[in-house]
Nanobody, 116 residues
Framework: QVQLVESGGGLVQAGGSLRLSCAAS????????MGWFRQPPGKEREFVTA????????YYGDSVKGRFTISRDNAKNTVYLQMTSLKPEDTAVYYC?????????WGQGTQVTVSS
């Protein structure tokens, strides 16, 4: 079993920055890809970004390219999402996800609200 706990969400003005963290416990996730998704109010959950197990490869959704950066610290079993130049349309619940040995795990989510 893997537990994922997100933190770092909050209220920020447009143009501001936030850093989200996702800490994994229960089992190590250092050998597995990890990703961030988000669910804006009234919309479907959507892909934001993902990172390979080594941290060498990262993938971004078009709407966040150039503004968001994913990273990981395998020694801490933690993945981070640095968000800059935030826009009101980035307002969403942000979820961390990983798939380990064929089982997908989600965190409980952290709310990010960007005011205009």
């Amino acid at each position: 079993q893997v537990q994922l706990v997100e933190s770092g969400g909050g209220l920020v003005q447009a143009g501001g920055s936030l850093r989200l963290s996702c800490a994994a416990s229960g089992r190590t996730v250092s050998s597995y890809h990890m990703g961030w998704f988000r669910q804006p109010p009234g919309k479907e959950r959507e892909f934001v970004t993902a990172i390979s197990w080594s941290g060498r490869n990262a993938y971004y959704g078009d709407s966040v390219k150039g503004r968001f950066t994913i990273s990981r610290d395998n020694a801490k079993n933690t993945v981070y999402l640095q968000m800059t130049s935030l826009k009101p349309e980035d307002t969403a619940v942000y979820y961390c996800k990983t798939t380990r040995l064929g089982v997908t795990y989600w965190g409980q989510g952290t709310q990010v609200t960007v005011s205009s």
